[in-house]
Nanobody, 126 residues
Framework: QVQLVESGGGLVQAGDSLRLSCAAS????????VGWFRQAPGKERGFVAT????????YYTDSVKCRFTISRDNAKNMAWLQMNSLRPEETAVYYC???????????????????WGQGTQVTVCS
């Protein structure tokens, strides 16, 4: 099993930046694709970004391209989501997720992820 703990959320102004962290423990982190998702009140959990297990290929939902950056350090069992130019509509609980992968593959579907963190709240004021 893999345990995930997110941190770094907070209250910011529109246009500000935040860096979310995801700390992993348990099985070797390098065997997992990592994804970031977010869920606003009354909405479904939606895909934000994903990074493959070792090569580090990335994929983003269109609305965050060129503003958000996903990264990871397998030696530190850590992943991050750097969020720039935040918008009020991006207020949500942000979740880190991990999916065991036999090869480098990006995963965008929430139901393909096995392990989830507890989430961290991001609030963007207008």
């Amino acid at each position: 099993q893999v345990q995930l703990v997110e941190s770094g959320g907070g209250l910011v102004q529109a246009g500000d930046s935040l860096r979310l962290s995801c700390a992993a423990s348990g099985r070797p982190f390098s065997g997992y694709t990592v994804g970031w998702f977010r869920q606003a009140p009354g909405k479904e959990r939606g895909f934000v970004a994903t990074i493959t297990r070792s090569v580090g290929n990335t994929y983003y939902t269109d609305s965050v391209k060129c503003r958000f950056t996903i990264s990871r350090d397998n030696a530190k069992n850590m992943a991050w989501l750097q969020m720039n130019s935040l918008r009020p509509e991006e207020t949500a609980v942000y979740y880190c997720a991990a999916a065991y992968a036999l090869r480098d593959v990006t995963i965008t579907a929430a139901n393909e992820y096995t392990y989830w963190g507890q989430g961290t709240q991001v609030t963007v004021c207008s």
